[in-house]
Nanobody, 115 residues
Framework: QVRLVESGGGFVHAGGSLKLSCATS????SNWPMHWYRQAPGKERE????????????TYAASVEGRFTISRDDVKRTVYLQMNSLKPEDTGIYFC????????WGQGTQVTVSS
């Protein structure tokens, strides 16, 4: 059974940093790309970052490029999202996700950035 558990969210002031973690189980983690999404209040869920196998390639939404860094630890079966220079518009629920025949989601972790 695929399981994704996010943590690390919280409340920060603009300009601050947070590091999110997503612990996984139930699938061969090192064989699959991993994704971070976010959903702001009243908006659709959007893709924030993707990391491929072995971390060889990372892609970001234009809105977070240069501020966020996605990484993975295949031994710990965990994917991370380092978020720096946070802005109020980064506020939302952050989800990690993997696609294996279907798309799986964690429960999400709340990030709130005050101005």
């Amino acid at each position: 059974q695929v399981r994704l558990v996010e943590s690390g969210g919280g409340f920060v002031h603009a300009g601050g940093s947070l590091k999110l973690s997503c612990a996984t189980s139930g699938f061969p983690f090192s064989n699959w790309p991993m994704h971070w999404y976010r959903q702001a209040p009243g908006k659709e869920r959007e893709l924030v970052a993707t990391i491929t196998l072995n971390g060889n390639s990372r892609t970001y939404a234009a809105s977070v490029e240069g501020r966020f860094t996605i990484s993975r630890d295949d031994v710990k079966r965990t994917v991370y999202l380092q978020m720096n220079s946070l802005k109020p518009e980064d506020t939302g629920i952050y989800f990690c996700s993997v696609v294996r025949l279907q798309q799986y989601w964690g429960q999400g972790t709340q990030v709130t950035v005050s101005s």
